[in-house]
Each structure stands twice: as C-alpha cells, then as structure tokens.
C-alpha cells in the first residue's frame, strides 16, 4: 500500500501528529525484502478446509528481544493467555501461527492443544517450548486439530527459508480477501535497520486491539523496554484506531522480534534520537498494515478516514471519531453514496464528549457541508455527493474547542456484509 | 401485540423483575377504546411527501398535567429544546407531530419554526402557546415546512375527534411498516382507569431514550411528581432495554398526558398501592409499545431477547446484554440462522463488566449451548439451530456471578437493514 492512501488536507495539528497525516518517509525505501536471521514457511494442514494454506511458522536462528500486545477482550483464546506469559521474559525464537480454529473458550482441552502445538514446533526446531510463540485465529469455540498440525510439522520446518514471509501472510487469512504486508528501511546510525511485517483482518476489528494478528520482524538492535514502548505507542494510533464492525476479538495479537542483525548502534533508553528514528519507521509500517486490514473490510466499498479536529484532548478527538465511525447508520449512508451528515452529527451528540453543536463544521473531502452546525444547503449536498462516489473519503470534523487531533479509519457497511456474516461459518 | 410475545422460561429473579418476565396483567382488559377528554386527528400536509399522513394533533379538553422523558443525545432537536423547557410547569393541553422532517440542526431558523408551528396550532385550538408541545421525527438537517403546517392547520382541527388515534400513530410512522399502539384498563379504588399509547420507531433505536417517539393518554387521577416518576421508571426498563442500531436520535422523546376523568382516587405521594398499580399498568403499556418497535426494526426478520441473569448488580446485565443486542456479528449471526455462539461470549467479554467466562452458561430457548463457558457439541449445536429458525428467540445468559437479571431487545441485522439505510433519503 502506497504511503499517500490517505488524502493529506490542510490540518491544524500538533507537531506529534505529522506521522498520522504526512507519511514522512525517513529514508525509507519500498522494495521487498527478507530479514538476516529470520525464515519463515506455510503448509495446507488440513485444519478446518483442505489444500488451503494455514499453517505458518517464522523461525529466528536464536532468541531474539520480542515485545506483544494482545487483545483486551476479557475472553482471551489459549494462545493468547500462554503467550502472555510467556513473553514476560521479553524473548522468542519462534511463532508458529493457524487459521481455520480460534482455539477460543476451549477451556484446559484448549489450553492443552496450544501446549502440545507449541511443543510439536518446539522439538522440531530443537528449542525450548518456553521460545515458541503460539497463534490461532478463525472460529471459536471449536478445538484445535492437533493431529493435523503435528503431521504437518515435519514439511512445515523442511520448508523454512529466508523468502517465504510472504506464505505465512496468506496462511493467516481468514475471509481477508488479500494478504497484508509492508516493509520499510531506515537508516540509524551509518546501519540500514529493516523491518517487515504482516496483519490479518476483515471482521470482528475493532480496538482495543484491533489487529486480529500481526507480525513484524526487524533486525535492529533494540532493548526490550525500547521495543515494548514503540510496540505500544505505534499500536494504539494505528491498530487501535481502525474499526470495522466495532467487535473486539478474542485472539488478537501483535508481536514484533528484533534480533539485531543490523548492527545499528543500540536503541536503549539513552539513544532518544534513534529511538524515535526506529518508533516514526515503526509506526508507519503498522499504519500501513492497519489500513490495509480496513481496506479489506468484509464487504468494504469504501475507505473512510473520520478525521476529528479541534477537540480539547487528543482521546476525546479518539472518541468521537470511533463513534462515527462505527455508527451503522453512518456506514450504510456511505455505502449508499448518500452525504447524510445529520447521521454523523447524531452520532457526535451521543459519543460521551462533551461538544458544541452550534460549532461545528463537517466536510467531505474539500466540500464544507456543515458550518457552524448548520447544513450548507444543495449546492454544497450536490458537491458532496460526488466526493461519495470515489473510493477514499476523508470526513473532516472540526469540533473548535481546542487545537487537537486525531484520525479513525473504516470502512462503508454493506449488503456484502452482512452476507459474509451471515454465511460465515456455513 | 399479545403480552405472551416474550417466552417465560425459569429465571431466577427477583421480585421486582415480574413485570419484565410476565406480563402480570391486573384487571388488564385489551378492547381497544377512546379515552374521555381527548381527541386526536391527523392529515396530510405534504411536509415531505405528497398524499401521506404526515401531520397529526392530539388534544385535551383543558390543560392538563403532562410529564415527559427526551432524548440524552447532546444534539437536541429544536422540538426537544422547546417542549423541555414548556414541560418544567409539568401541565399540556396539546400535541403536534410531524413526520417528514426532524427540525434537528436546524439552529435559529429551526427553532423560529418549532414556535410557528406550535402558535398556529394554539391558535387555531384557541389556547397559549406554552400548552403546546411540539414533536417532529424525519430527515436531519432540513428546515421545517411551516407554511405546509399553517395550511393543514384549519383541516387538521376540524377533523379532531375522540376516535382518531389510530390516525395520529399511522401520521408519525417514517420506515416503519405498521402502526403501533397499545391499550390498557386498570381498576385503582372502584374506578376504570384508561391508558392508550402510541409509538414509532423502526430505525436509529438505542437508548437512551430509545423511543424516537411516543405519546400516552390517561384518564388517570395523578399527581405530576408520581406520573412523573412513573414514566421515567417505566421507560428505564421498556424503551431503554430495547436496540435496533445502536445509534440514538436526536428527537426522541415520549409525552404522557393524565386529565383525571376517571375519577379514581387520586394517585399522589401517599397512595403507594395505587401508585404501584398504575406503575405496573403503565410500564406493560410501555413495554408492549417498546416490543412493538423492535418487532418492526428496520429489516428485521427476528424478534431477540438477550436475558442475562446470575449478575451482580442489575446494571451489569443491562451493560452486558446491550453489547451482545448490538454487535453486528451477533446480529448478522441471527439472520443466518447460525448458532454462532463464540460471537455472543466475544462480545460479552468486551462489554466492560467482568465476567468469569469459565463459569458462563448460554442457551437458546430451552437448549443450553454453552455450559461453563465451554460448546456442549454438535447435538446441543443442531438442535439451538432448530431454535433460530423460529421468529422469536430468546437468548439467556447466566454469569452465575449474582441474583440479578436484565432483558434487552433487538432484532437481527439483515441484508434489508442496509439496503433501507442505504436508500432512505432517496
């Protein structure tokens, strides 16, 4: 996805906002890449369908600094609740992931497959089970086939390789209908530091986290305390900004291993510099990721970017954002091309924050529609209109109530929508 | 709308839950009926569309004392604005609605309207403006055509008679597809006593209030503070239990007006039986109004009941069953027909309330799918299908966490609710 997907306005906004609206590319470069130290492979394990790709593996040469952040959701599946623990230690060497079974509420049967699963990989690769991170996602409730990844393991492992990242992108996919990866090159110190990373997405996205999965690889030389902190950071203004039917899933999860290849001067809680060279790249690449998944939304028509300026705290530009965004009412308006802004302002009055009507204005791409909380009329509803008709909308909310910020990206609701989640499990 | 539309299964409830779970109907008589001193009448004044009644009037023969619950969104429609600040003297002798046209974001202009319309009905009726309420439901954001109103005006008085009713509420519908009203009689010392409703709804239906519209008439003898009371406690458990979209308008809002020709003994702050009496009527009024909504939402072809119990404070299982009623994977679920359970207890552990999803059982209708948070198979699987087929459906939730318990209704989500979201200002 191309760094300038979003539309960039005119943006009152803080100087800490730029990487939300400028993609402001440090020496990146966008060619494809594989990673010094990390191979990956996928095979049809026959998990829930046959011949379909949903076993994937990604394999360091040794263990490597590896920070998570997982789903909220308080109904966490097996694999969720053993990584967890797991990376207390802040350290992996391996991530073996499925789709076709979420391995949620599967209770200690449950528990006991992610176990076995993890162990299966573990002796494979001759590593201790405590270095394999373990990932589910598709339905829940129903439990893992560990028969079938266990026969699987042996071709899995024979087909490691430095060029296969790519297969493990598609072996995450559930009904995403394209696979999700970026890559991004930054220069720190005199090194190049590469990262590279893959989400899966399409329904049941919505913060708090909203990733479903995601993966991201790097060979920076990176403390753990550095690396949890950029995770978190770049989380929570990329992942936990994208919502498609405003449902949280049991399984999301989002890990990132850095083994240091590069040889980049340390990125430690003394080097602010390259500490934020490294969190800018990796915020980026996450934002990419992420709007790629809303891109992908089950049944998607349209992108659309609610933008919330002038608000009085950065979370209650947050806020009101996600609520637009996922009002049905809004959603099925874009679906249907229809500049109905009394939906969005609606939906703004019972977001929680407190607003001023009377204040705000509201455009669609350029075209003001609302001012000072008064419609602008047929002329303007008729320019509207057409900017409904493209595939990337930026709705502009201006509260005037202060000088912040903040974005929330989804997509329109459609009749496909509710055909994918009404068949989905049929 | 009979008052068995909600199967009674065994709940462990308290006492004061009875009139949620059964309809504990004391001297309820269902003749439809006229109500002394009022009288109502409806035309088509051509506010939006020509030939469709879009205008209606109900009328007391004196003031009368008035009580009424508006919406909490922060954006209020001049209607809301003017009709709260008239209701602080709790007294009415009149009520005019229109559809067509919601006069919400209409700012001055908006309000100058509301007061026209409302002076020109006073007038015309030959009493104070102030007695006037006045109540809208339509588009967002489009002006009020008084000049329409002024010239249906002479019309609509003259056709006003004790038997129009059923007109008013045919004149308020928008996308809704039936009429909906609700009659009871209730015995409070030796008299009769008379209360008929009526309501719209069909779309943008969340608490709170969730009514859009609804207006009551009472013959009963009661002092303000106590019909007061009565509403409020009554739409609580009725029009805030119920969700169509999740997203809450900026005009909702329901009126009752109690002219005391019953005769009853007088229901004030001494006359706690009675009070209790009429409470329990009223509330089965509202209740079968608020089903009657959800039963027409927008596209639906299921009635829902998310019925959580074993929770710690009633609260709890509002918040609960509000999130499970208003996830659209759950919701497009029960469209397909498919017993995905996983998307209900996902949807639960997102709710903000803690659970002990190893201790959750649910069932549908009278077959347990989930016992302490596990499937219980594919029997148990096949047969909750059988159950999704039928039109009602009852889900119950235990969280074994408590004694109390809370319903919310909602209705699926279908391929209808976008195509009509999708079209309705076109």
New interface residues.
């Given amino acids: 996805m191309d760094g300038t997907f979003i539309r960039v306005g005119k943006i009152c906004c803080q100087e800490q906002w730029k990487y939300l609206f400028v993609n402001n590319s440090i020496n990146i470069k966008r060619k494809r890449m594989e990673i010094k130290g990390f191979k990956a492979a996928a095979v049809a394990a026959g998990i829930r369908y046959a011949d379909r790709l949903d076993l994937g593996l990604i394999v360091s040469e040794a263990p490597v600094v590896t920070a998570g952040a997982f789903t909220?959701?308080?109904?966490?599946a097996a694999p969720v609740i053993l990584d967890m623990e797991r990376l207390k230690k802040g350290k992996a060497q391996a991530i073996l992931v499925n789709s076709g079974c979420?391995n949620?509420?599967?209770?200690e049967t449950g528990m006991q497959a992610a176990l076995a699963a993890g162990s299966c990989a573990a002796s494979a690769l001759g590593i201790p089970d405590e270095m394999v991170q373990v990932s589910s996602t598709g339905?829940?409730?129903?439990q893992l086939n560990v028969d079938a990844i266990k026969k699987a393991m042996p071709g899995l492992v024979a087909g490691l390789s430095p060029d296969n990242f790519e297969q493990v992108a598609k072996a995450i996919m559930t009904t995403d209908t394209v696979s999700k990866t970026a890559y991004r090159t930054v220069v720190i110190g005199e090194q190049e530091v590469h990262l590279m990373g893959m989400a899966k997405g399409a329904?049941?996205i919505?913060p708090n986290m909203a990733t479903m999965l995601a993966f991201v690889l790097t060979d920076a030389q990176i403390s753990f305390p550095q690396l949890h902190g950029a995770l978190i950071k770049g989380v929570e203004r990329t992942f936990n900004r994208i919502t498609i039917?405003?449902?949280?899933?049991?399984n999301d999860m989002i890990l990132i291993m850095a083994n240091g290849a590069a040889g980049n001067p340390w990125i430690d809680e003394e080097s602010t510099d390259n500490q934020e060279i490294f969190q800018t790249t990796l915020m980026d690449l996450l934002k990419d990721l992420a709007l790629q998944i809303v891109a992908d939304g089950e049944g998607a028509t349209k992108f659309i970017t609610i933008r919330v300026c002038g608000a009085r705290e950065e979370q209650d530009g947050v806020q009101i954002a996600r609520t637009v965004a996922?009002?049905?009412?809004v959603k099925?308006?874009f679906?249907?091309e229809?500049a109905?802004?009394?939906?969005i302002?609606?939906?703004?009055?019972?977001s929680g924050v407190?607003?001023y009507?009377?204040r705000v204005d509201i455009s669609f791409g350029d075209v003001m529609i609302?001012k000072e909380?008064?419609?602008q009329g047929k002329t303007a509803e008729r320019e509207a209109t057409a900017i409904l008709k493209e595939k990337n909308i930026v709705v502009t909310i201006d509260l005037k109530d202060g000088v912040e910020c903040a974005e929330v990206y989804t997509c329109d609701?459609?009749?496909d929508?509710?055909?994918i989640?009404?068949?989905?499990?049929?």
């Fill in positions: 909220t959701n308080q109904v966490k979420a949620a509420c599967t209770g339905v829940i409730g129903e329904g049941m919505m039917d405003g449902d949280t899933s049991t996922n009002s049905n009412l099925t308006a679906f249907g229809d109905n802004w009394g939906r302002i609606a939906a703004m009055g019972r407190r607003i009507p009377e609302v909380g008064l419609g609701f459609s009749i929508y509710v055909k989640n009404a068949d989905y499990r049929s």
